[in-house]
Structure formats: C-alpha cells, structure tokens
C-alpha cells in the first residue's frame, strides 16, 4: 500500500496554495511540501517572452525583474464577467489567457509536488472554494482541475477548516472561522451538528482585503520614508515598487513571527540610481497601528456574519464555542487580541492557519476512493454546458461530511440566474443539506433541481415552478400549468430523463 492516501487535499489560495494528503504511517494528515521544501506554494505564474510558464516562489521572485510577465491573484477572475457580460481574461504581454488555464499550472505543480512524495500519479483532488463562490466560480475552479488532470470535488474553505479540528461531538457546536488571507477575508459563522453535518450558517467578509493590502500600506510607509529622506516621490518606479512590496511581505512576516524582536528593518539595496541602500526600521507597535483600520473593517465583519447567523439560523454570539484562525493574516499578533477582546471567545490556533484548509480538504478526501485515472467517467456529466450553472462533478456523492450553503438556495437556471427556495419552516431549521444534481444532457436545456431534505423528516423534496420549467425547457409557461404535485412529478420525470 502507498504511504499516501492518492486523492489530495488542495487549498488553491488566491496568494498562496497548499497540498496535502493522509499519510497511512502517521495515521494523519500531512502537508506535502514544495520543490523548494516550503510548505505554502505562492499562486503565482510566470510566463516568460517566449511563452515558457514557472509556478510559485521563483515565479513570485519575477516581480522585481520583469512584473509584466507576473500572473498574481487570478482565483479573483476565475468565472467573472465584466458589466457587458464578456468573460474576464487575464493579459500577460498583450496575449490573452484563460484565467481556468492559470489557475490549472498551480495546480498541476502541486499535483507534481503530490506525486514526488507519493510515488505514484494522482488523479483526485478535493480542493477548496471560498463559501461565497457562484456556480460560475465553482465551474471554473472545475474546468482548471480537469485542466491539469484531477477529477475535482470541491468544499467549502470554512467546512475545510472546521473538519482540520475534527471538530465533533454529540453537541451542537458553533464556531466563528476567521480567514484573514492574502487577497480575500472571509468570515464564516460554521455549525456543527455531529460528525456528518458541518453547516455554514452566516458569512461576512470583503473579497478585496487581504495580507496584499498590509504590504501595500508597508510599501507606502516606504515611499513616505523615502521622500521624507530623500525630497522625492519614488512611488512611480514599477521596478522599486516591485521590490519594496516583496520586502514589505518580508518585513511583515518577520515582525508578526518574532514577537522577541520588535523592530524590523526595510532594507533595500540600490533602490533608486545614486543611492546606495535604502534602510527605515519600523516596530510591531507601529505597524500595528498602520493596519489598525483594516483590522478593524474585519471586526466589523464578524458581526455581520454573527447578525446572518442570528437572523436566519437563530445562531448567536453565545452559542459560539471559538474562534477559528484561518489564513496566513491572521498570525498578525493583534489578530487574536483583538477578536478575544471583541467578542470574548477561545482562539483555536495550534493548527498552522496557512494549511488548516489544506488539512481539511485532505481529510475529506481520505473518504474517497482513487481513481484509475484521471479520465472523468462520465464526462457528458462532467463537462460544464455552455452558460449553464452545474453543481455536481463528483463533490456530492459519496461524502459523509454534508457541506452546506448559507445562502438561499434555489433553482439553477442560466447562467447565475436561479430562483430562489425559501429554505425555512416555521418549526424549526430546516435545510441543512443541499444536494445538486444535473439533468442528462439529452434533457434540453439542462438545469438544476436542489433537493432540500428537511432534516426533521427524512424524504426530500423536490420544489419547483412553472416559471422555472418553462424557462428552463424553453417552453411557454402554459405548458407546464398545473397543481404543485403534478410540477414535480414533471420536474421528477424530467430528472430521471423518462
Ligand atoms: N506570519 C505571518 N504574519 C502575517 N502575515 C502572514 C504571515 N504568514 C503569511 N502571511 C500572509 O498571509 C497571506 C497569505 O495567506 P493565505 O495563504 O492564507 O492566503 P490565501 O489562501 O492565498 O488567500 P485567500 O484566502 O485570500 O484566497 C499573505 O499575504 C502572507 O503575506
Ligand atoms: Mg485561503
């Protein structure tokens, strides 16, 4: 038997990516490292004058030499669409790119760091989606896995980092998970019921707030340094840029990591012509104070999570049992200080927060069975329709951890054109499963039925409308008039495909 458990776990990061898989030996999860033995993989892509592609740190290290060929951040592309509707692509040299196939190198090296240590080719990866992704972000996050040779089953990033913890017990827990990362801060309100529900009852966040935004405050404290020294605005040089936000990202690290040395130096050789180094200390305590508004714009958005959860679940404060850090921000020291002071919970953080999710997904993959290749079996079922917002693709069949989404579900239709299902009774919460399942192709055009399963009765339901039908079939609504009952029992026969 391999040492491996061969389906990975793959955290694909917005700034930096993780891997891992169960080890047999070890009877746990381990993070596979990188060809330069690191364990977070930056998600950057290089792609040289003449086309050549390099992933990860020595990709990320291009930015100070030649930041046009630099690809950072693409996972905030991936399934995106401008206000006239055209698909956001990514420019690289005036060449366009799919951002699926950038997102497909990173995980192509992580599958290669995967089977370095494995020894074996891998096929299957459960990889991570933040819990507020559409379909058309999920679809993509697909499309770049079958790009790179992985039968892909998603999760969502906090129901990632809940199963790290192994969080079960026969209570009802609640926890708040606080992913502070590079690019995004996602805060998620998470309920776990027992081993088989982990359910995402609130989210709040900001998509455009991240460890990239600390940097950049550090890059500007720079430039202030810098014209305060030397009478002139630097700001515009690409080139100093690059470089001082890579120190920055040092500089950062360093004072959150070593809570002994207080003080860091910025330090950058020839930044600028007739200069020789360019040095400026900055303490903890200040640059705590640089990010104090930022910090506190993540607060706020714990609240608003907490607030979602109260509102629609009946989840409060006090039913909180921790505070889950996530996210390589969240190691900034004042994190923690201030969400215990805020909110007066534990603060879980003896496992890593740069590869908690990573953990996650990889624990959830020991659940499923390799297969023999990375060839998807049904790939009608598997290849995305055109326009057409598709769940399903493996994620939902055989888990025994039911991941859950907080937003109101509804009905897929075109596109990210659903219509919604109120998910709510008035006895109780209802809804804690979410399973979705595609039409066979042949069933023009093909949509979505979500199947509710109420959890206090044990039969699903299937809810749907004439409205939805007719403008999923493409016929005139009158063909679809009748009682409820009769709806479903076409909306039924349309899924079985009879
Ligand atoms: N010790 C540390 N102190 C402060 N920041 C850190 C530390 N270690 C890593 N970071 C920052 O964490 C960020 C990366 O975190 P992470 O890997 O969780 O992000 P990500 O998953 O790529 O992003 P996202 O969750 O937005 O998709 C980077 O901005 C990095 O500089
Ligand atoms: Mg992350």
Not at 23 to 30: A, G, P, R, S, T
Not at 281 to 298: A, C, G, N, P, V
Not at 405 to 418: A, E, K, P, Q, R
Request: glycine share 8%; with cysteine.
């Amino acid at each position: 038997m391999a040492t491996y458990h061969k389906v990975i776990g793959i955290d694909l990061g917005t700034t930096y990516s993780v891997v891992a898989a169960y080890n047999f030996e070890k009877q746990d999860v381990m993070v596979i490292p990188n060809r330069q033995n690191e364990h977070t993989t930056p998600s950057v892509v290089y792609i040289n004058p003449s086309g050549e592609i390099s992933v990860g740190r020595s990709a990320k290290e291009k930015q100070q030499r030649d930041p046009e060929g630099v690809l950072i951040e693409v996972k905030r592309l991936m399934g995106e669409q401008d206000e006239a509707g055209v698909k956001k692509m990514v420019v690289v040299r005036n060449k366009q790119y799919h951002p699926e196939l950038i997102s497909a190198c990173i995980l192509k090296e992580l599958k290669a760091c995967a089977e370095r240590m494995i020894g074996e080719p891998v096929h299957d990866a459960v990889i991570t989606v933040p819990a507020y992704f559409k379909e058309s972000q999920k679809n993509a996050t697909r499309e770049a896995a079958k790009i790179a040779k992985l039968n892909p089953r998603l999760i969502n990033e906090p129901t990632a980092a809940a199963v790290a913890y192994g969080l079960d017990s026969d209570e009802v827990q609640s926890f708040i998970v606080y992913d502070f990362g590079g690019g995004t801060f996602d805060v998620s309100i998470v309920r776990i019921e027992n081993e088989n529900t982990v359910e995402v009852v609130g989210i709040g966040g900001d998509a455009n707030l991240g460890g990239g935004d600390i940097d950049e405050m550090l890059t500007q404290w720079f430039f202030g340094k810098m014209q305060a020294q030397y009478g002139s605005d630097f700001s515009n040089d690409k080139r100093l840029r690059g470089k001082a936000r890579l120190e920055a990202e040092k500089v950062k690290i360093n004072l959150c990591n070593d809570s002994e040395t207080k003080v860091q130096e910025f330090v950058i050789a020839n930044p600028v012509e007739g200069i020789e180094e360019a040095c400026f200390s900055i303490s903890l305590e200040e640059f705590e104070r640089i990010i104090q508004d930022t910090l506190e714009k993540t607060l706020v958005q714990v609240q608003v999570a907490l607030d979602s959860a109260q509102k629609n679940h009946e989840v409060t404060l006090e039913d909180v049992e921790a505070i889950i850090l996530v996210g390589g921000s969240s190691k900034i020291p004042a994190v923690a200080k201030q969400l215990q002071a805020r909110f007066n919970k534990p603060i879980k953080s003896n496992l890593n927060p740069d590869e908690i999710v990573a953990i996650g997904a990889a624990r959830m993959a020991k659940n499923y069975e390799p297969s023999q290749a990375a060839v998807i079996k049904d790939d009608e079922e598997l290849k995305p329709a055109e326009g057409v917002a598709a769940i399903g693709g493996g994620e939902l069949d055989s888990t025994n951890i039911k991941d859950v989404v907080s937003h109101t579900l509804g009905i897929g239709l075109y596109g990210d054109l659903y219509d919604p299902l109120s998910l709510r009774t008035k006895s109780s919460r209802v809804g804690s499963v979410a399973m979705g399942i595609r039409l066979p192709r042949t069933t023009r055009p093909a949509f979505i039925l979500l199947f509710i399963r109420a959890k206090t009765r044990r039969h699903p339901l299937i809810s749907t409308s004439a409205k939805w039908l007719s403008a999923a079939c493409g016929l005139s609504q009158r063909a679809f008039t009748g009682s409820k009952s009769r709806l479903r029992s076409m909306a039924m026969a349309c899924f079985t495909g009879r």
